[in-house]
């Protein structure tokens, strides 16, 4: 980890850095180092397929993700796509199961069955959101934990919460990678999580504040979590003295330039579609005034582009863990 610093010993050893090929980033020196969570993304993809390869030639069979997609909504139909193609990429097979919008409780439920049973399936899971007839909590819970590479069951949450070795939820790992591999120190940091979603924000927040001596390490960071009863100007007193802000809250420019200190690294996890001014056709924003908190903050990462492909990256690491858990429980 980066060891703390002021701002432009932060911004020197981050060129330096970069220079020697070990930060995936790029942004003039006058404004924050802008974390490319495609070329991160890359570099995890390219591990996960030699850990596949490596299990190939060991005699075992690739390991097989499935994926049950439920009605028309044409942005889970997009990342869903996009995780059976990482899967390919990094040698990994999958299928997706297509269900209509009108498929009930039950029979939704009964598929998990039979997918949890099906020795040929490593790694399950359920794109979400469901339709609104289906709740969400109980059809995650009926995955198989050691199949839920989403690592939405309450058994992998439970155990994510003690500090205990679990499936991940993807995204947050993706952002724990990102602080990671960039060299963010989180050791005594102050840190705040705008958004407490059960599967982003909390995650994230428990990731960055547990013991780094723990089975499961932690950033051993002192951690804020804010959310949409939070007051702005509560919000904004904290960001100003955070070290570290991760915005996932689903609210476009929330976090703005006034709002940060200079030199805290912002990672945006927000995915929002606005209507272009100019266009006006329909355009990905994240979280964070990007424009105007990149010219205060040491770094940044893009949307899109930066936290998304993690997320897929962190699945294809999921579904291997899931692949080599199954063996050794078949060989127990």
């Known amino acids: 980890m980066v060891p703390a610093c002021g701002t432009n010993t932060l911004r020197s050893l981050s060129a330096a850095l ?29 591990e996960a397929k030699l850990d596949v390869e490596n299990w190939v030639a060991d005699g075992n069979r690739r390991p097989h993700l499935s994926v049950i997609l439920v009605g028309e909504n044409p942005a889970s139909h997009s990342y869903v796509k996009n995780k059976t193609k990482a899967a390919a990429d990094v040698g990994i097979t999958s299928e997706t199961i297509l269900k209509p919008t009108s498929i009930t409780e039950e029979e939704v439920l009964q598929l998990i069955t039979k997918l949890n049973n099906d020795s040929r399936v490593d790694g399950l899971l359920v794109q979400l959101p469901l339709p609104e007839h289906l709740d969400e909590r109980k059809i995650c819970n009926a995955v198989s934990p050691t199949k839920d590479v989403d690592g939405f069951h309450v058994i992998n949450v439970g155990r994510m919460c003690l ?61 804020t979590i804010s959310h949409r009863y939070t007051p702005k100007d509560q919000l904004r007193e904290h960001t100003k003295l955070a070290d570290i802000i991760v915005a996932a809250a689903g609210i476009p420019n929330l976090i703005t330039a006034d709002m940060i200190k200079e030199g805290a690294a912002v990672i945006d996890v927000g995915i929002n579609r606005v209507e272009d001014p100019v266009t006006g056709k329909p355009r990905l924003v994240g979280d964070v005034d990007f424009e105007g908190v990149k010219k205060k903050a040491s770094f940044i990462t893009p949307v899109p582009g930066g936290v998304g492909p993690m997320t897929v990256a962190m699945l294809m690491k999921n579904t291997i863990i899931a692949a080599k858990k199954l063996l050794k429980q078949r060989e127990n």
Request: proline share 6%; hydrophobic share 40%; charged share 20%.
């Open 18 to 46: 970069l220079g020697a090929g070990r930060l995936h980033t790029s942004a003039p020196r006058s404004d924050a180092v802008v974390i490319s969570g495609r070329r991160l993304a890359r570099q995890i993809r390219g």
């Open 163 to 223: 500090d205990q070795s679990s499936m991940l939820p993807a995204t947050p790992w993706g952002v724990w990678e990102i602080i990671q591999r960039t060299g963010i120190a989180t050791l005594g940091k102050n840190v705040v999580v705008a958004g407490r979603s059960k599967n982003v924000g909390m995650p994230i927040a428990m990731l960055l504040h547990t013991d780094g001596g723990h089975e499961r390490p932690g950033g051993d960071a002192t951690v």
